[in-house]
């Protein structure tokens, strides 16, 4: 799952209905669709970190475990909870960005997916896409480095 192509599939969704006034439905898949988007790039950089990016030398199989590894809630915990600024802060700006987006992303997926009266602005819905797309890009721009070390804390709990 390429989180480009959510991000694309977001953008259809808070924009289906052109100049019309958006369904709740649309504007709520949009708006969990980003944050998958967000979650799916994690994965892919755990995995790819860890394993390897395709090619003849990387096992598909630990990839997809390596990819599976990454659990919403530990994530959730990690980005948000009181260690945060101890171990996320020793990260570049790009990836403490990532992770507070991911945070906030998430809190808005779960209202969409589970809150019946949340309603939502297409300009919200929309900035959110922009947001998540731009912390998607900015990943790739982080040293091999620091990508690995942020897949190892995200993956292995620490003891």
Not at 74 to 81: A, D, Q
Not at 85 to 114: C, M, S, T, W, Y
Request: charged letters at 30%.
């Amino acid at each position: 799952m390429k989180p480009e192509d959510l991000i694309v599939t977001a953008r259809h969704l808070a924009m289906r209905g052109g100049g019309r006034k958006p369904r709740q439905a649309d504007l709520r898949r949009a708006q969990s669709t980003a944050c998958y988007a967000c979650f799916h790039a994690l994965c892919r950089l755990c995995a790819d970190m860890m394993i390897g990016k395709t090619g003849a030398e990387r096992s598909g199989e630990a990839w997809r475990q390596a990819y599976r590894a990454v659990d919403h809630g530990f994530v959730k915990k990690l980005f948000s909870g009181e260690q945060k600024p101890k171990i996320l802060g020793q990260f570049p700006a790009e990836l403490q960005d990532f992770a507070n987006a991911f945070v906030a992303l998430q809190k808005k997926r779960h209202d969409a997916d589970h809150d019946p009266d949340a309603r939502f602005k297409r300009s919200e819905v929309l900035s959110d896409i922009d947001a998540a797309d731009f912390v998607i890009k900015r990943i790739g721009a982080v040293s091999l480095r620091d990508r690995r070390a942020f897949a190892a804390w995200v993956v292995f709990k620490s003891r």
